[in-house]
């Protein structure tokens, strides 16, 4: 008996949406990465995070690389553009947070403004923790900066409304709907959303991250279940890109923070950090990520390295 | 494939004597078919017989082991595709390359690699599990001590042998077999060879072809041997044909039932890629998609942290909560005077905190409460986290009588409890942690020097 390979052929399909001018997200009809089975749509694509002001918090082995320019939102945009060509920038307003600065949305506005007049790559815009103040701060921007196509990260259960009015609706850029680890939240706010109108290619979802070691698994099974939902169930309130910001979760926890002083035999901090961001970062685009926001430039390196070769 | 109830009773004695405990051998194939039975049951039934039904019911991918005693394995297995469908059962293992033409310095390195990295994670071991050597000097003599220099040295690793040659297999297994290694590279010209010292020392077979085609039609040969305690490559040495070879040997066997690919499958990550970072991530994929067996050129503790973590995520049962008993736990030698933390009843949480006490030095209290087995926001967002559970726990494990302080420390992610919490708890006070449990060890100095001096 001859081999004869499996195949897994869906009746779904991922949305293609459009960010920025000309960066479009998903598009494929099979499992990520499964070239064998039919068309990957999009490459997945990879995004770097700045932040409106210095970030102090950040653990040394990423703060250092962009400590020279870290001081400026634009100059940081554009030494990074330049440098490490990301296919987007992932601007985060910690300043704005009224735990913190509380930096006026105006201000953020301004911020946001001169970035989109000086950097060649599409925005995600993302908020600060506080979810209230976001819902002002996106909506400032959104219209401040209409018709962009640029992804506001994000409008959660308790904000949609406000978000997905101004971003979606009125000023035509691109909802992010961010969910908790769950195919039936993720669905609901999905579901919420296009209710009040926005189009379902006018969005994107984060169905929540996490790094490896920490609960990852669960992330990844929700993931997992989502995009079968959507290929197989052809369920259309589950067919939008995946953005994961993997950053955000990955230079927070020990393995990133911790010094060299502190424990020798773990070596070099920031070899431990970039590898638990590439390792984050593969597992979600392992699930279906569409797309994944990223620190440090090695990891950007590395991280495009292997979405080429997984595409090409 | 499977058989159903009428093929099964064509199998059996058909003698009807009742004493598998069913009426008729009828019956007894029935409930055969559907799995509600044994086919021991039959005292009548010919080995042959048992053979093939045994064949029949087996699981579609078949279990293997590799290695021995303490540092014995369990390979393949698996039943599903996703691990929310059920759940992966046998984690890959991972392996560091090894060449009799490496240099001296690189071979040293790699073994002094291999002796650091050992720490535990939740409750869990970890550590290289294989050292894989390739014979590419041709040379017996010079192979030989390379394994054996690294197995002295090494003590925990499995070998893996990758040779073609069977006679240089046939050495190399003479010194190590109590070891139970790995015996890789059966192909189309050597595997009736490879496969008898297999046999003969009950080793994991690694049986290796150009493409999946080829790999295929070599299994069945192997097959028709006798032998079935495999180990498959397809053969790809690239990213992106390797994945699609874990893929489809995974589908093929799961899927299509197929079980000539029912077999765990390797991953020669180390010759994807010379850049380390670029095989973490090669590795990283593998863990999800389908490799049982990962191999690397080196490992040190940057990749092995996100390695071993990433696998023990991916392999927890999703139908097994991770949870950790309530109560009031002591960490080092505390007495009554020492510092009292809370955190929450989910396994992971627990064991990253505890092990951040430890390593502080600063005898402490942990305070779990019922907190529905969650993570400290997934627990306060739920609801089952709060100063009410907080306040219960406090009462219920006696804590006012077990310690001196009426302080508590929380974590700094639920900052908003505080005044909850000392509302509930008359007479307490509440200090707020640091957010992440790693900067607990300073954060506990501080707090023990502080009491000293006050
Ligand atoms: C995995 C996960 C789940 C899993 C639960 C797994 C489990 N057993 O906990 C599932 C999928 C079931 C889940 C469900 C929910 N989740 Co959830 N989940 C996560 C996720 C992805 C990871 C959590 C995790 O495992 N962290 C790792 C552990 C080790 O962290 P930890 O417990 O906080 O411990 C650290 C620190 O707190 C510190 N620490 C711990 N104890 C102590 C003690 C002291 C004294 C000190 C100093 C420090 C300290 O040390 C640890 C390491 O640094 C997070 C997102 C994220 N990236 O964090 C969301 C998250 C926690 N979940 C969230 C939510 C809202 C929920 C739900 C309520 C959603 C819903 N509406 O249903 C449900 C609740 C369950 C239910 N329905 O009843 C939110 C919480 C938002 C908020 N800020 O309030 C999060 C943050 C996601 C998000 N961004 O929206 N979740
Ligand atoms: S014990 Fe065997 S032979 Fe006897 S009835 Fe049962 S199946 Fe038939």
């Known amino acids: 008996m001859a081999y004869k390979m499996p195949t897994q052929k869906y009746s779904g399909k991922i949305l293609e949406v459009n960010v920025g001018s000309d960066l479009k997200l998903g598009g494929e009809s099979v499992l990520p990465f499964y070239s064998f089975d039919g068309d990957i749509g999009n490459k997945p694509a990879i995004g770097m995070e700045i932040w409106d002001i210095f970030p102090e918090s950040w653990p040394a082995g990423v703060l250092d690389v962009f400590k020279e320019v870290a001081d400026e939102p634009v100059k940081w945009a554009k030494h990074c553009v330049e440098k490490y060509n990301p296919d987007f920038i992932c601007i985060k307003f910690e300043g704005a947070s009224p735990d913190g600065l509380n930096k006026s949305v105006e201000e953020c506005a301004e911020v946001a403004k001169r970035l989109a007049e000086n950097v060649s790559v599409p925005l995600v815009i993302a908020g600060c923790p506080n979810n209230e103040k976001n819902a002002k701060l996106f909506t400032k921007i959104a219209e401040s900066l209409p018709n962009k196509n640029y992804v506001f990260l994000s409008a959660v259960e308790s904000n949609y409304k406000e978000v997905a009015a101004a971003v979606g609706l009125a000023y035509g850029n691109v909802v992010a709907a961010e969910s908790s680890v769950d195919l039936n939240l993720a669905k609901q706010l999905n579901i919420l959303i296009t209710q009040l109108g926005v189009k379902p290619d006018k969005m994107v979802m984060n169905p929540g991250c996490a790094a490896v070691g920490y609960g990852f698994e669960y992330a990844v099974t929700t993931m997992d279940r989502i995009r079968l939902a959507a290929l197989e169930q052809n369920d259309a309130t589950l067919q939008m890109p995946m953005i994961l910001p993997v950053s955000f979760e990955s230079w927070k926890v020990k393995e990133s923070v911790v010094s060299e002083e502190e424990i020798p035999e773990w070596g070099p901090q920031e070899e431990r950090g970039i590898a638990m961001e590439i390792s984050t970062a593969v597992g979600v685009l392992a699930a279906g990520a569409n797309a994944v926001i990223l620190r440090h430039p090695r990891s950007v390196e590395v991280v495009r390295n292997f979405i080429t070769e997984m595409t090409e | 494939m499977a058989l159903n109830g009428m093929q099964i009773y064509k199998l059996l004695p058909r003698k009807n004597c009742k004493e598998c405990g069913f009426p008729t051998c009828l019956a007894f194939a029935m409930k055969l078919a559907q799995g509600g039975t044994e086919a021991e049951k039959c005292p009548y039934m010919s080995d042959e017989a048992k053979a093939q039904l045994a064949e029949a019911t087996a699981p579609p991918m078949k279990t293997v082991k ?135 020392n009950k080793l994991l077979l690694g049986v290796t072809a150009d493409g999946k085609e080829n790999l295929y039609t070599l299994v069945q040969k192997l097959q028709n041997t006798g032998y079935k305690e495999l180990l498959l490559d397809a053969g790809s040495r690239n990213l992106k044909g390797a994945f699609d070879d874990m893929v489809n040997i995974r589908r093929t066997a799961l899927l299509s039932g197929d079980r000539t690919f029912g077999y765990p499958a390797v991953a020669f990550v180390c010759d994807m890629s010379q850049d380390k970072m670029m095989q973490l991530a090669c590795a990283s994929l593998f863990i999800e998609k389908y490799a049982s067996i990962i191999v690397l050129s080196d490992m040190d503790y940057s990749m092995a942290l996100p390695l071993f973590a990433l696998r023990q995520n991916i392999f927890t049962d999703p139908q097994r909560p991770m949870r950790i008993e309530q109560g009031i736990y002591k960490v080092g030698s505390a007495d009554e005077e020492s510092p009292l933390l809370v955190t929450v009843d989910f396994a992971l949480t627990y064991f990253i905190v505890s092990g951040e006490v430890e390593r502080s030095k600063v005898p402490s209290w942990i305070l779990i409460p019922d907190a529905g087995g969650y993570s400290v926001l997934t627990a306060w967002a739920a609801g089952k986290f709060n100063a009410k559970s907080i306040a219960k726990a406090v009462k219920e494990f006696e804590v006012e009588n077990k310690v001196k302080t009426r302080e508590l420390i929380i974590p700094g992610k639920v900052a908003v409890l505080k005044s909850d919490i000392e509302d509930e708890l008359p007479g307490w006070k509440v200090t707020v942690g640091t957010e992440e449990a790693a900067a607990l060890p300073n954060f506990l100095k501080k707090y023990k020097a502080k009491e000293a001096a006050s």
């Open chain 2, 66 to 200: 590799f290695g021995a005693n303490d540092t014995e394995y369990t390979l393949g297995g698996e039943t599903v595709l996703f691990r929310h469908e059920k759940t992966f059962v046998n984690r890959p293992r991972f392996a560091i390359m090894f060449s009799d033409i490496m240099a001296q310095e690189e071979i040293e390195k790699k073994i002094n690699n291999i002796n650091t990295i050992n720490y535990t994670r939740i409750n869990e071991e970890m550590y290289v599990e294989i050292a894989a050597f390739r014979c590419e000097s041709q040379d017996k003599d010079k192979f030989i001590s390379l394994i054996k220099k690294v197995t002295e040295s090494c003590p925990k690793v499995v070998p893996m042998i990758i040779t073609e040659s069977p006679e240089i297999a046939e050495a190399a297994v003479g010194i190590c077999a109590d070891k139970g290694p790995i015996l890789f590279g059966a192909n189309e010209q050597n595997y009736e060879a490879m496969a008898d010292l297999a046999k003969e």
